[in-house]
């Protein structure tokens, strides 16, 4: 140890150096690294010792001291949010402005309005104009309306006062056609509709049928190969496209309209609802890749990349998730409800275990699209040394996603089932769900 | 709650279990390239608000030191600002000698680490009086200066007590990094 340096270095952390001495100490400091060497290795027992100094006190101040760059982050977090906002706001306003103005160039007239939605929610209009930034009160014209996540949804309301709620993965175009004409080419809905005129129905085509609507409740299931409808109110006259069969479904029954003409198209009654399930992979996979377990043989889905943009009021940038989502009841099955004390039990595996999100889409049992509800699990609560997993989740630990949505879930139906990891990819694999009932053993 | 809640708080509560887990590396790190304790509070909390901002840019590997790695990059910046206000009524090293001492300092982080763990064993071997004698000039707001003329001793001959008692600690220090005990 060089004596000169070291008393120069502790004059220096004192505050006790002179001009000329740190003028000395500068000029070794500048030329030998044996001389920073020393200077850090004194000014860090020196910052331990002032650390001592600080735990030995008040350990209130010395907590105080400590957390002085968490605290600021969280004050700063505010500052952080507020700015946020502000140019969010921003955004919001240049954004109004713009469409008052494509509006008034466009002069269309509006068939309907955005009253709710969350999670990834796009808009395109008839003219190719993408909006992200969809809030409450955006007025629709032609359009077409895309919900790429599981956990997206959207509330309409025609200016007849009829709503229509879709749930995502979905995709709605909205024709600028007078009456109400909707083309739902894949997703999830459920419909209020108002008596129409006379000689007007509302239609709904999907890529199997053409649905004409008078006035009542209901739920569609669009898929490429099938459409699935479930009538709760009223009545709603449907056409197999394949080969042109009508059927007319009354409320409390529903039917299948599939492209292969040799399945069933009769209206059927309801069945009555059931409180377990339990995933038939690879039926059913909503989202994720179909895969198989290396071990079992079996059927598996295999978490896939979706970038969830968000919508207006979320104000934030994209965020990528890994998601697997599976349908539960599409309608011509048994509805499923989900009861207090129900639980899922969910089996897995994680390449690399990372917190699980896990999400549900709900329906009212008599009626249209309820909400989506999540429960969180932190990594080391489920996660195993081998990637493996075996989680339990009681319906009652779900919370909405929206407070527009039921508080619980218990009470509702499941549509559909999924979960995700945030940012990066975990290499999540689902071998299976089940929702035990209330009375089953753990 | 909602996906960007999630993902906002999940990214929240992974930044401030690494800022926590790591503040006293990073606090080291921030200390040593300033001439007081004083500023370092005021330094720590730009650093970690900078560090919050900047959280996106963070790209972890397994490795637990990135973290600090990247705070003290972060630091550094915050440091030499922090100087710049402070430099015109100070008397403080220049800001090229502050970026060397930055470089040696990023490249000794585990070093660093070693020493902070030795001084605490080296400190608990000292007699109760004389880590009451080297802890308090180290107490802020203090002063040698302040102490001796409370004590009714010679300033100086109190200076050189508190230096002999540094050569001590930090040549334990040194032996016990020698000797691979920490």
């Known amino acids: ?442 | 709650m909602n996906i960007a809640n999630v993902s906002q708080n999940t990214q929240y509560d992974r930044f401030v279990s690494l800022l926590v887990r790591h503040e006293q590396a990073v606090r080291g790190f921030v200390r040593s390239l300033m001439p007081s304790a004083h500023d370092v509070d005021d330094v720590m909390q730009e650093v970690g608000l900078a560090c919050w901002r900047k959280f996106d840019s963070f790209a972890s590997t397994d490795s637990p030191d990135d973290f600090v790695r990247w705070a003290c990059v972060v630091a550094r910046f915050e440091v030499l600002r922090h100087r710049r206000n402070y430099a015109r009524d100070r008397i403080v090293l220049s800001e090229d000698i502050i970026e060397l001492l930055a470089t040696d300092a990023q490249s000794r982080l585990q070093t660093a680490a070693a020493e902070r763990d030795a001084v605490e064993l080296c400190l608990a071997r000292l007699q109760e009086s004389e880590r009451r004698l080297l802890l308090s000039v180290h107490t802020p707001g203090d002063s040698i200066a302040r102490i001796a003329s409370e004590l009714g001793q010679n300033a100086r001959r109190l200076y050189s007590k508190v230096n002999s008692l540094r050569d001590l600690l930090g040549e334990c220090v040194r032996r016990r990094l020698a000797e691979g005990e920490v």
């Not at chain 1, 502790?10 to 001495?21: F, H, L, N, T, V």
């Not at chain 1, 808009?123 to 996540?149: A, R």
């Not at chain 1, 009223?234 to 029954?253: E, M």
């Open chain 1, 1 to 442: 140890m060089d004596r000169q340096m070291a008393s120069l270095i502790r004059a220096y952390g004192d505050a006790e150096i002179s001009p000329e001495q740190l003028e000395w100490l500068e000029q070794t400091l500048r030329g030998d690294p044996a001389a920073r060497e020393q200077f850090l290795h004194e000014m860090n027992l020196r910052a331990v010792l002032e650390d001592a100094v600080l735990a030995q006190g008040d350990a209130t101040d010395s907590h105080s001291h400590h957390a002085s760059g968490v605290a600021a982050v969280n004050t700063g977090r505010t500052s952080i949010v507020a700015r946020w906002s502000f140019a969010a706001a921003t955004v919001l306003v240049a954004s109004l402005v713009a469409i008052a103005l494509w509006i008034s160039i466009n002069n269309e007239p509006q068939i309907a309005t955005i009253t709710d939605l969350g999670g990834s929610v796009q808009w395109t209009s008839g003219g190719g104009h993408v909006s992200h930034d969809l809030t409450p009160g955006h007025p629709l014209h032609g359009g077409t309306l895309e919900l790429p996540s599981a956990d997206s949804w959207a509330e309409l309301k025609f200016t007849d006062g009829s709503t229509v709620s879709v749930s995502g993965p979905a995709l709605l175009s909205i024709s600028d056609r007078r009456r109400k004409e909707l083309h739902f080419r894949h997703g999830r809905m459920s419909a209020d509709v108002h008596p129409q005129p006379a000689g007007q129905p509302m239609l709904i085509h999907t890529p199997t049928a053409d649905l004409e609507v008078l006035g009542t409740q209901f739920n569609v299931n669009a898929e490429a190969a099938s459409t699935v409808l479930a009538v709760n109110k009223g009545s709603v006259r449907v056409t197999r496209l394949t080969d042109g069969k009508v059927a007319v479904v009354p409320a409390k029954h529903h039917v299948v309209a599939s492209v292969d003409r040799t399945k069933e198209f009769n209206a059927t009654r309801h069945r009555r609802a059931e409180t377990a399930w339990r995933s038939q992979l690879p039926e059913g996979i909503v989202y994720g890749e179909q895969t198989v377990n290396d071990e079992s043989g079996d059927a598996c889905v295999r978490a896939t990349a979706l970038l969830w943009r968000g919508c207006q009021r979320n104000e934030q940038k994209p965020i990528l998730l890994y998601l697997a989502a599976l349908s539960v009841s599409r309608g011509e099955q048994s509805p499923v409800k989900l009861r207090a004390g129900a639980r899922f039990r969910i089996r897995g595996h994680m390449e690399s275990p990372r917190d699980l999100l896990v999400g549900l889409t709900t329906h009212h049992l008599q009626g249209g699209f309820a909400g989506k509800h999540h429960a969180y699990r932190k990594v080391d609560s489920f996660a195993s040394d081998s990637g493996e997993f075996e989680l339990e989740l009681p319906v009652e630990e779900f919370t909405p996603e929206a407070p527009e949505h039921p508080n619980s879930a218990v009470g509702l139906g499941l549509y559909d089932w999924w979960c995700l990891t945030l940012n990066e990819d975990a290499g999540l694999s689902v071998f299976s769900v089940e929702l035990l009932a209330p009375d089953e053993p753990q």
